[in-house]
């Protein structure tokens, strides 16, 4: 396979390279998990959009570029080589959006792409609840019919909201027949967060960020037109969501590749202090993030000759989240005592890396569906 960017492919990326050079704000953009961070993200991402870099690969009528998936994760790339965040649209756009392609109505493809893309709407998850997290079928929130009005009342928790606080709506399972088997019986719901009787309470965390939430609902209507998939079908549209968010969408490896050229030259500057496993490690980091590259192109073309991402996207979920935790271990190591001020980008980083393993499903989940959906091993 020639892995050379082709004719079209290397004027993409030099288009935007240069754009991005061009318009990329001249500070470090804030972290995205504070009020004012993200106020400021959103300006920036909608400027993304006004240029229409901000969902390359979704048709031109959405807001995109009609690119290839390859020309995206070179969007990616670029992206992150430029020095920019994660984004904090990245839930709607990496998870909702494919998705929504998938399970839409045409009405509701218009009605959700084009704002989604704008940040207009910015989407949050609500799946998580008190008690239902790696069993996510154990959800006991619920939505009850309500015939006069054509819709459902929603009522219950969801918690670990990720940017909750901040974001405008949310996509989330809720238990609609109750009698049903534990798979059975749920229904994907999206709505406004400004709709009556739901509660966002934001949720304070060790880094001092507060964009975390819990979102309570009592008896919140939603009218039928915002169910997703089909009723009692949720399960299914909820693991159409983690296939693409844990096997392609949320972690593209652009942003590890331009992490492992950071500890690269962070390793240049400070050299290996005498401890041969910092090079070591330094040398994993970079192996690493080549290789989830490669990986990654793999997917994509088998996606590209009409694949779906399966329960193998459990294999790179683990994959990306332990090869992030050690790369962003190693940044530290070679900071020595630099590294312990929590200011540091590094500290920051490694902060977030910890908690990899957890979000998107857990590691130890993961290698439960490998070891049962990949490798059929017997569940006991
Ligand atoms: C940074 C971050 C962002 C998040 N964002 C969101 C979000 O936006 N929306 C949302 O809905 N949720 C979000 N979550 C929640 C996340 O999905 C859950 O934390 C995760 O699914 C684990 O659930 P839990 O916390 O209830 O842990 P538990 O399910 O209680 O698990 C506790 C421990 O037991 C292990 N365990 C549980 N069951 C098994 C088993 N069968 N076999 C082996 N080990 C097991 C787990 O691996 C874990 O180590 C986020 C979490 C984090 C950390």
Redesign the pocket.
């Known amino acids: 396979m020639d892995l050379t960017d082709t004719d079209d492919e290397a004027a993409f990326r030099a288009e935007a390279r240069a754009w991005l050079e061009v318009n990329k704000p001249r500070d470090p953009l804030p972290s995205g998990n504070t009020a004012e961070g993200f106020a400021v993200n959103r300006v920036w991402e909608r400027r993304l959009f006004d240029s229409r870099w901000a969902v390359v690969s979704w048709p031109e009528q959405y807001g995109g570029r009609d690119a290839t998936l390859f020309e995206w994760l070179i969007f990616e790339e670029e992206y992150y080589r430029a020095g920019l965040p994660q984004r904090v649209a990245q839930?709607g756009i990496f998870l909702l959006a494919p998705t929504v392609f998938e399970f839409a109505s045409p009405e509701q493809r218009d009605r959700i792409l084009p704002r989604m893309a704008a940040v207009e709407d910015v989407w949050?998850?609500?799946?998580?609840e008190p008690n239902?997290?790696?069993?996510?079928a154990a959800i006991s929130s619920r939505a009850v019919r309500d015939d006069e009005r054509g819709g459902w009342r929603l009522s219950g928790q969801?918690?670990?909201?990720?940017?909750?606080a901040f974001c405008t709506h949310l996509f989330g399972l809720f238990r609609t027949d109750p009698d049903a088997e534990r798979h059975r019986g749920m229904t994907y719901f999206l709505l406004p967060l400004d709709t009556s009787g739901v509660t966002v309470r934001p949720v304070d965390v060790l880094d001092g960020d507060a964009a975390?939430a819990e979102v309570f609902l009592d008896d919140v209507f939603v009218p039928d037109a915002d169910v997703l998939g089909e009723v009692n079908r949720g399960w299914e549209v909820a693991m159409a969501t983690t296939g693409s968010e844990r096997g392609l969408s949320l972690r593209s490896p652009g942003r590890f590749t331009a992490e492992a050229a950071r500890l690269v030259s962070l390793y240049r500057d400070r050299g290996d202090q005498g401890d041969a496993t910092l090079r070591d490690a330094v040398i994993r980091a970079w192996i690493d993030t080549e290789a989830y590259r490669l990986n990654t192109l793999q997917t994509v073309t088998r996606l590209a000759d009409g694949a779906r991402i399966g329960p193998e996207s459990s294999l790179n979920k683990v994959f990306w989240s332990e090869m992030d935790v050690a790369l962003q271990e190693a940044g530290i190591r070679l900071l020595g005592a630099d590294g312990e001020r929590t200011d540091t980008t590094w500290m920051k980083g490694f902060l977030?890396s910890l908690?990899g393993p957890?979000?998107?499903?857990?590691?130890?989940?993961q290698?439960?569906v490998i070891a049962e959906r990949v490798l059929g091993l017997p569940r006991k």
Not at 158 to 164: D, F, I, L, M, P
């Open positions: 839930n949050a998850q609500g799946w998580s239902a997290g790696s069993d996510l969801k918690t670990w909201t990720s940017r909750g975390f977030f908690a957890i979000y998107a499903g857990t590691n130890e989940i290698r439960n």
